[in-house]
């Protein structure tokens, strides 16, 4: 399981997910409620539920409404790492970042302690969909005939879009998460997302975006289990142009993981142990994580907070916590 | 032949037809509304739903205080409208309300628990798949999933969860949740009454006309209350045009929580 939290790959995700995996690991060992459990080798985990089953190769079908069916979990791999990776303009694959900002994303390594997940905070638009680690219950997507909504295990985050392409609320109103709207372009579904708030960030590498930032998201299918998804970034204050960039999606390898619950607020110790070199309060970083803090936390609670975790430094190695 | 007694007969059986299916009518409760339906059959309970009770400061009947609108309480059993605790668990909600200032997860931005996220002074959003049925808290965006594709919770000791393991089926109109694997930290209000990590919520959740949900949830807790016991309220759609769910994310607005980076000086 190890390797699933690096790839999330901020230092604070092991703790994170330590926490939130350690109900899981001991849900593992009796026997899944009912259903088929999960896949071999994913390391126990809550039990399947016995409810949709794999989504059949082929075409894509449509709901009721005429739309494409895209309710189901999924995996996007938008460049949780850097999202630069993932850049299809411009050609030469960098953010076009206006000098202050390009500024404040090469300052990164020393304010990690900005970092919005030290702070508990929802990832915002789009990274949220990118931090699916969990069980491989991945980026569940629910859709009716008037919304559509995004949901990660990660942060316990969500996203209601509606369909109806109503205006924006009023600018003043910053939201973590943004006020998307969206509506259909034949088979796409296209999502504009404004008020963003400018605290979260693009990817773990400290990518960043203003509070004027827009994005633009296309989801297209290309049959039931795959797809492209494209989000065009707009914003005058930290970049000099509009770039975009594309993934594929795809449908998760687990079609019956289910979400569990992701605390976080409760119990969260880390920003204690952030120094002052990444921007944080602490006159130097715990050596080492206090045992007590790694037992499993029964009945306390979120996570036990994560003691030793050197902000600066790789996530610690080493299996969970059992 | 003799038509007469056809002639009188015939208006008379019509007569006391007549009269019968008025006395049917008027005597009848009034039928159970029936629920809309989603594309996929299920009773359409989606919307954005609020309740106006003062349920989310004190469960129990409670007058008025700074900050705290009065209420009639929302316990419907027992009769008396009060909590059945046992006696210790009584007087560990005496402390509960005494230290409520700093004891109340609610005061820490933590997550609320089953059955208080339903109450909270927040909307919250229903959407409903044939997999599940979610509800979207605007509070702390908190969420629950009532899975409807599985019957039992995880192993008792397994999980343990703030807002609980939530399992859900539709009996006709009614959506019908089973709730267990709590942390036990949760309060139920904000008063201090609580529940011990033993709880099992059953919720019931009916509209009553395509506007109003009748909300009933039975708490079972063996550690700490004598007798299972039932709280109902209402919860009323949000009608307002382009009404959406917001962000009240409590931990981001403290004095010392982080803001948007001053941006550094360009060299």
Known sequence: ?322 | MNVRPLVVTLPAVLVVALVLTWLSVMGQTPAAFRAQRTPTGQPNFQGIWQTMSSAHYDLEPHAASLGVPAGVGVVVDPPDGKIPYKPEALTKRSENSKNRAAADPFNKCYKPGTPHMIYLPFPLQIIQTPMQVTILSEYMHNTRNLFLTRKSHYPPDSVDLWNGDSVARFDGDVLVTDVANFNGQAWLDRAGNFASDQLHVTERFQLIDNDTIRYEATLEDPKTYTRPWTIRLLLYRHKEPNVRIMEYECHAYSEDSLKEPALPTVR
């Open chain 1, 1 to 322: 399981m190890k390797n699933r939290f690096l790839a999330l790959g901020g230092a604070s995700a092991f703790f994170i997910a330590a926490i939130v995996l350690t109900p899981m690991i001991s849900a593992g060992q009796g026997e899944p409620p009912q259903g088929q459990g999960p896949p071999a080798g994913r390391g126990g985990g809550r039990g399947g539920a016995g409810g949709r089953g794999a989504v059949p190769a082929g075409p894509f079908t449509k709901l009721s409404d005429g739309h494409p069916d895209m309710n189901g979990a999924w995996s996007i791999r938008g460049g949780l790492a850097n999202i630069s990776t993932n850049i299809v303009e411009p050609a030469d694959k960098q953010i076009p970042y206006t000098p202050a900002y390009k500024q404040l994303r090469e300052e990164s390594p020393k304010r990690m302690y900005e970092e919005p997940e030290l702070h508990c905070y929802q990832s915002g638009v789009p990274s949220h969909m990118w931090r699916q680690g969990y069980n491989g219950a991945g980026l569940l997507i629910q859709q009716t005939p008037e919304y559509v909504v995004f949901m990660t295990e990660f942060m316990g985050s969500y996203r209601i879009v509606p369909l109806n392409n109503r205006p924006h609320i009023p600018e003043s109103i910053k939201l973590f998460m943004g006020d998307g709207v969206g509506h259909w372009e034949g088979d796409t579904l296209v999502i504009e997302t404004t008020n963003n708030n400018g605290i979260t960030w693009l990817d773990n590498d400290g990518d960043r975006h203003s509070d004027a930032l827009k994005v633009v998201e296309r989801f297209t299918l290309t049959d039931a289990n795959n797809g492209t998804w494209e989000a065009t970034f707009t914003d005058p204050k930290a970049y000099t142009q509009p770039w975009k960039v594309s993934a594929p999606m795809t449908r998760n390898a687990n079609p019956n993981a289910e979400l569990l619950e992701f605390a976080c607020v409760e119990g969260n110790q880390d920003k204690a142990t952030y120094t002052e070199a990444v921007g944080g309060k602490a006159k130097e970083a715990p050596i080492a994580a206090p045992s007590e803090f790694l037992a499993p936390q029964r009945g306390g609670g979120g996570r036990g907070g994560r003691g030793g975790n050197a902000p600066a430094g790789p996530p610690p190695a080493g299996p969970p916590p059992q």
